[in-house]
């Protein structure tokens, strides 16, 4: 007989971006520490198939899996916090898919004829999608998106609602985030908007069974049982989320509070205490770090920083792996392209930092600015770091100044431009479909091991020669221009041939001679660890941190 699966599902309440995703990383975190096999899975309740084609100033950044889904922002958390799972396109879903699949279901016959509902149709079909996402686990831990009350929310509450009934009590915990705000003037924490959420969570069928309560202190004993006292649980199923320093300090915290000891035994399941010290010891390095590095990060969200999560914090992983502090200064490169005084003022940044990264992205805006800066790293022997669009910008503006192709650009920017040095390929450029011509997931690459002698910055931060990196694009370096890149001294010191069409492919370039002069197709922060670092991001910092100190 199968063992019976344990669920944790996470909802929140009173205001959005209080915090979910990452208390439930963290919970899976811990539940990993005690020996459970974990996964994660996040739903959401808005319409859009997937995030792929939203605003990242509406939703952030899309983070990718090695099998090419483009997911929430949340998969990344649970992917720095949890190390051994395998996340799939299971592990992330939206209403739009589970509306898409019942309706595809309907039209060709699937139901036989009968009326299609929200109960129980659309709710069966999200439950079906979470025990499919679960299928290879001992626990899933399952985000709801949004807050308690939304109306879009409302079958995804239902379809839970109905799981504690299915799988029984005993294997399902309702963790609830609600804020407890402290009122200056009046000295005290306020319960109300706890209080209320929880009303709402329980006209909906669902009585929560822990309480975490965001708040910038921790909760006194009496306010924790004051909390329980009106929402109809104990006071030690109460427990204060307070606002960390950094995000990796969380789940210590939690530790602290003893909330994963009170997940498994609500839950019955057996797990070993869990063995924190290295998470500590990465911590201890965030925290009180031994030096520290200004990384210029030249983008056009930069009011946003959602859109650059996780290359934010593969920065911050990049400075473990050197027991530094990074300082993320933020460099508006559309600024930079308009010119006049705020064009000069966030020019005049570049000449603060120790590092500049040009990160990926999508669009003409902006795209000028951020070649300016390019060029002030090179020319300057400030360490550069190109990621996706700024491998792509790296390679204009070096086919521009030194290689002497004045017009080249990109086919994203200039289609018809025959000095296109970025360009799609071959078999894509009659593709109407916009979809059909993205790179997405997993592709392996090989690195050149040594040049005139020496080894490659690619190679000396890698350690090896073949690698698996995930990628988010469209267009590629031009072939025809590899040879005269080459000539004039741009390294291509990374390739891989596309497994359908046996194309050759650009997908990492360097300066030789320059301190640290290196561009990737591939976006490396989506495989960052705290406990792991990106050899790339160790690597840039390390260059960095050289500058800095020189």
């Known amino acids: 007989m199968a063992k019976q699966k344990k669920f ?9 971006s209080i915090g979910k995703g990452i208390s439930a990383a963290s919970i899976g975190m811990l539940m990993e520490a005690r020996g459970i096999k974990v996964t994660m899975i996040k739903m959401d309740p808005y319409l859009n198939i ?3 084609t939203m605003s990242p100033f509406q939703h952030g950044e899309v983070f990718v899996l090695d099998d090419g889904a483009e997911t929430d922002l949340d998969l990344g958390h649970y992917s720095r916090f949890v190390k051994d799972a395998k996340f799939s396109r299971k592990n992330s879903f939206t209403a739009g898919r589970i509306y898409d699949t019942v309706i595809r279901r309907e039209r060709a016959g699937g139901y036989l004829g009968k009326t299609i509902q929200v109960i129980p149709h659309i709710t069966d079909e999200i439950k ?10 001992d626990l899933a831990i399952v985000e709801v998106g949004g807050t308690v009350g939304d109306i879009e929310g409302l079958p995804f509450f239902e379809a839970i609602r109905q799981m504690k009934t299915q799988v029984g009590s005993e294997n399902c915990v309702f963790v609830h985030l609600t804020l407890v705000p402290y009122i200056p003037t009046a000295g005290e924490l306020k319960t109300k908007p706890t209080q209320h959420s929880v009303k709402e969570l329980r006209e ?41 320093k950094s995000i990796y300090e969380v789940p210590l915290s939690f530790a602290d509070e003893g909330l994963d000891e009170k997940i498994v035994e609500k839950l019955k399941i057996w797990g070993g205490r869990p063995d924190l010290s290295k998470w500590k010891a990465m911590v201890a390095k965030i925290t009180d770090p031994k030096s520290e590095v200004q990384i210029g990060i030249v983008g056009k969200y930069t009011d946003w920083r959602d859109s650059y999560k996780s290359l934010s914090e593969a920065l911050v992983h990049g400075g473990v792996a050197n027991d530094a502090r990074v300082n993320m200064v933020y460099i508006d490169s559309e600024a930079i392209e308009k010119g006049g005084e705020e064009g000069k003022k966030n020019f005049e940044l570049l000449k603060t930092v120790d590092g500049v990264l040009v990160p990926g992205g999508f669009g003409e805006r902006g795209v000028e600015g951020k070649i300016q800066a390019i060029e002030y790293a090179r020319k300057n022997q400030v360490p550069y770091f190109g990621i996706c669009l700024g ?33 799609l390929m071959e078999n894509q450029k009659n593709v109407k479909d916009m979809g059909g011509t993205m790179r997405l997931g997993a592709y392996n690459c090989k ?3 040594k040049f005139q002698g020496k080894a ?33 001294g741009l390294l291509i010191c ?24 290196l561009g990737c197709q591939f976006h490396p922060e989506f495989l960052s660890r705290p406990l792991a670092p990106h050899p790339l991001f160790a690597a840039f910092v390390k260059a960095s941190l050289g500058k800095a100190k020189a």
Not at 207 to 235: A, M, T, Y
Not at 460 to 478: C, D, L, M, N, P
Not at 500 to 511: A, F, P, R, S
């Open 494 to 517: 990374g390739q891989t041939t596309h497994p359908e069409n046996g194309q050759d492919l650009v997908e990492m370039v360097e300066i030789p001679g320059h301190p640290w002069f």
């Open 456 to 488: 490659t910055a690619a190679y000396t931060a890698y350690g090896k020669e073949s690698i698996s990196e995930r990628h988010r694009h469209r267009f590629e370096v031009a072939n025809p221009f590899r040879s005269k890149l080459e000539e004039k």
């Open 50 to 52: 997937d995030p792929g």
């Open 447 to 449: 690195i050149l091991p």
């Open 128 to 137: 079906a999608h979470i025990f499919a996402a679960a299928e290879d686990s």
């Open 391 to 423: 491998m792509q910008l790296a390679v204009i503006e070096y086919a521009r100044n030194v290689c002497g192709i004045k017009n080249a650009n990109s086919a994203e920017f200039k289609p018809g431009n025959p000095d296109n040095v970025i360009d």
């Open 204 to 244: 909906i069928g669902i009585q929560p069974d822990v309480l975490l309560c965001r708040s910038d202190r921790s909760l006194p004993k009496d306010v924790k049982e004051k909390i329980g006292l009106f929402c109809n649980l104990p006071g030690d199923c109460v427990f204060s989320a307070t606002d960390a």
């Open 8 to 16: 944790i599902f996470v909802t929140g309440g009173v205001l959005s």
